[in-house]
């Protein structure tokens, strides 16, 4: 294949390589924000309830936990 057609395939997966590194530190951060939720009594805990067979959900409610 002509040389310019690598170069551009290489930036392209370069370019997916770092979203994909970006996505897996974005999702980290939320994990570790969850965790933290669930760990400290002073923050309220949200959750879901199903609404109806359908399978949707009521609003997110928030709860607390005596700490």
Do not use: C
């Not at 370019?15 to 760990?39: C, S, T, V």
């Not at 009594?41 to 199903?50: F, L, N, T």
């Amino acid at each position: 294949s002509l040389p310019i057609v690598k170069i551009l395939r290489d930036q392209y997966e370069h370019q997916l390589d770092e979203d994909r590194e970006i996505r897996g530190q974005y999702e980290r951060l939320i994990q570790e924000k969850e965790r933290k939720i669930f760990m400290d009594p002073g923050e309220p805990i949200r959750y879901r309830i199903p609404s109806d067979s359908m399978g949707s959900y009521y609003p997110t409610k928030s709860r607390w936990i005596p700490g």
